[in-house]
């Protein structure tokens, strides 16, 4: 059974009704849901948990690690940053949601700003899926519709994706590369942008699909990392005159 750790970090679910309202399992609670109904072996963690909830031996377990965060990315330990890359470099699956594209763990991973344009203004956003041979977009139609969400903009400064899955259109104008896939080490991250906290998102069953596709995606190979460095020969080396 895949085991997955959904990580949030449980802020604006303390300090917003509106949010509250939404999610009153939070939205960690809200993914978990249904994700256990997909028949995934599933646990959560906070920020406020200690070590962030994502101790040596929770890392250890979990095959995929979902990650939102927004309001306090400054405050996840530098060091559990450095424990979740190795996971990741070993073979641990990352899905990053939404305005976890400024986290640590993403932006270190992407070696970018991963920085971008946004608005708040209730608006229609559309997702085409541009890559329907991909797994992730297994059972989801030409696009997936939201009646209101945040805006994310281009240019969104992360490097070219290995696979981009879903390109937004949104009502004001603007375009955005919202599914994107990217293999580091031995592990896989998908960025998927949807999820604003005031908005349903993670209550529509498209949305909640592409998730589901993207942790059985990014499930580990069942192999060791390779070795690096001085290596000694598999044959003899002949010596030459």
């Not at 559990?80 to 932006?107: A, E, N, T």
């Not at 229609?124 to 059972?139: A, F, M, N, Q, Y």
């Not at 937004?168 to 955005?176: A, D, K, L, P, Q």
Request: overall charge negative; charged content about 30%.
């Amino acid at each position: 059974m895949v085991k997955v750790t959904v990580w949030n970090e449980n802020r604006h679910e303390q300090k917003n009704p509106v949010v509250r309202e939404v999610y009153p399992e939070g939205i960690h609670g809200a993914i978990a849901a249904f994700l256990k109904e997909s028949g995934f072996d599933v646990k959560t963690a906070t920020l406020d948990d200690p070590e962030h909830g994502l101790t040596d031996a929770v890392l250890e377990e979990t095959d995929v690690l979902i990650w939102w965060g927004h309001l306090a990315h400054d405050e996840v330990d530098d060091v559990i940053v450095k424990k979740v890359k190795k996971r990741v470099l070993d073979g641990m699956g990352l899905i990053v949601l939404h305005s976890g594209h400024f986290s640590k763990i993403f932006k270190t991973l992407m070696g970018t700003s991963c920085d971008l344009k946004w608005r708040e203004a209730d608006e229609k956003e559309r997702l085409w899926v541009t890559d329907p041979s991909h797994p992730i977009t297994e059972g989801i139609s030409e696009y997936i519709e939201l009646e209101r969400e945040e805006m994310y903009g281009e240019h969104f400064d992360i490097p070219a994706p290995d696979e981009l899955v879903f390109t937004s259109w949104f009502e004001g104008g603007e375009v955005f590369r919202s599914g994107c896939t990217y293999k580091r080490g031995n592990g896989k991250v998908f960025y998927f942008r949807p999820g604003h906290e005031t908005y349903p998102t993670y209550h529509n069953k498209d949305i909640q699909r592409v998730i589901i596709n993207g942790v059985k995606w990014a499930h580990p190979v069942d192999r060791k990392r390779p070795i690096y460095g001085n290596a000694t020969p598999l044959e003899r080396i002949a010596v030459k005159n």
